[in-house]
């Protein structure tokens, strides 16, 4: 086979494996290019507008006050545990919950409802008009917002990390909440000088708890208290804002940063955390950051989005124009766009990614090929021999300069994460699985297993090997030995394993946790394939032809060179996902040898 045709498989290759492995994961639609905004005409509103954004229906709601930040603070990693929402209601005793909230829950078929919050910041009065609709309302509520943050930490299982943030202001655990919620961590609130008892009883308590995170600067946490905490790291700065940004760059690597929200972070009444609050959950939902801004963008966040080279970003604003101005959206997308390449790099083709690329642009070389033309005619052909359902790449356009890959996807499905989370919410409600959430766990199996299929098919993935064994894909997962894949050759997961794993551990764990034990298994394992393997880089070929690294958007994902267990951890995330895709995509051929350029769009 010539250089050339190689080549042209091996786009094929990369993008299948990018797209089926990735882009099934997630239902939640992209937003249009540029600047969106979902806000209605106060707070109340816009919670039911996100809630709309990001949920066509769900099993869970939580519902928190929306005057009163100090309970609500803690319930975004809630929220993303249940897969809800968070809707909001006054605290008025006279008051049921607005009817807005209602219809939502209507809307989106809520079955179960958690309320944030004692009779003194949620009213028996809202409960009772949300029992008029679903029957099955939980208070979770302490003597003060220490202990309900504690109480909240229970529902999470046993986190092996916590967030410490102040409970005298809102900024900083907001900031926090989607990265904790992401990360399966708790948010415990403390005062300035003191860690309350009940929040130091429940850290004694959960020994477990080897990693904590202190929010906010000394004037919120003192270091007296990060001094008592385990293995604890401030993330914080002199404002609200430097805080904001200290914590985005210290789990970035949680974030797709595809689409960032913004929301308003201060003001005047010193409540403005409402649009941040529900804002939040939908940012932890779709594992994206949140920016907190006032009337004006702060230097920091100017610099840190301008460093991150996010040109292809999408900015959604969370709030009316009465909380953040179109003029400061405009600013906030503007640094978004105005990036430097990192690493001296250019960019090449259509997706003006900011990433150092390796050797000419093979596009051209590609979409002009007539073996490729037919590959793509194929697939997007209903009876064509690589028709699928879940992606199409669209046809080439000769009039245009665009030579990139343009993948379109046309369907979601259920993740391996969803497999854990799907079992807990089933497990909430009743403290049991039924042997009807046992068999729906084994269908989310299936589903997942029949996506691999798809990733293993050499017709269409093409001949990738990993390793100097060069196993192809699904025998090199059936040879690590992890319990959760079966042994057969099949590459498939091992529902019964699975299963049992879930109704063994789920009285000890959260989804979260469950998910992450799934990848720690797999990261050891492939990492020690390699440490075995007497390869001193991770090598991973189509072909026979190195992939040196491999970008999602200025996000590097992938690097030959880079240590096995980074590379591990790698290589899990790219085939067993739990975040969407979306962006666009650099693959670099080792010694300099070219680099494809491949641009994913969402779901329409």
Sequence with gaps: MQKKSKKVLSACSIASLLVTTTAVSTGVKAADSGVNRVGGANRYETAAKVADSGWTSSDYAIVANGEGY?????????????NAPILLTTGNSSNSLEQNQLNELKKLNVKHVIVIGGTGVVPDSVLNSIKAQVTDVERIGGQDRYETSVKIAEKLGTPAKAVIASGEGYADALSAGPAAAINGMPILLSRAGSLPDTISNYLKAHSQITQTYVIGGTASISDSILNSLPSAKRLGG?????????VL???????????IYAALGDGPLGNEFADALTGGALA???????????????SATASFLKEKGLTNSTLTVLGGTASIPDSVASDIKGDIGNSSTPGGGSSGGSGSNSVPLSGSLLNNLIVDNNDYKNFVQSLNTPTG?????????????????????NVQLKKSDRSVEDIFVDAQNKY????????????????????????LDLVYNKQLLGSLTIGNSNK?????????????????GSGHLDKDYIVNKITTDLPKYNSASEYEAFKDDLTTKI????????????????????????????????????????????????????????????????????????NVSNIN
């Design 238 to 246: 002199q404002t609200r804002y430097d805080t904001n940004v200290a």
């Design 70 to 82: 100090a309970d609500a603070l803690c319930a975004t990693p809630l929220a993303k545990a249940n």
């Design 527 to 598: 990492s020690n394939y390699f440490k075995n393997d007497s390869s001193t880089d991770t090598i991973v070929k189509y072909h026979g032809y190195t992939i040196g690294n491999i970008y999602d958007d200025s996000t590097k994902m992938f690097d030959y060179q880079l240590s096995h267990e980074t590379n591990a951890d790698n290589l899990v995330n790219i085939v067993f996902p739990s975040s969407k895709v979306g962006g666009t995509y650099t693959i670099n051929l080792a010694n300099n040898d070219g680099h494809f350029i491949i």
């Design 249 to 259: 760059q210290e789990f970035a690597s949680s974030f797709n940063f595809s689409n």
């Design 284 to 298: 932890a939902k779709n594992r994206n950051p949140l920016v907190i801004t006032g009337k004006t963008i702060s």
């Design 472 to 488: 192809d894909l699904k025998t090199f997962l059936s040879s690590l030995g992890s319990k959760y894949i079966l042994n057969d």
């Design 385 to 405: 021999k690589y028709y699928n359902e879940y992606f199409t790449i669209k046809q080439i356009d000769d009039t245009t300069n665009d030579k990139s890959i």
């Design 428 to 451: 909430l409600v009743d403290g049991k699985l039924t042997d009807s959430d046992i068999q729906a766990i084994k269908d989310n199996v299936d589903k997942v297993n029949a996506k």
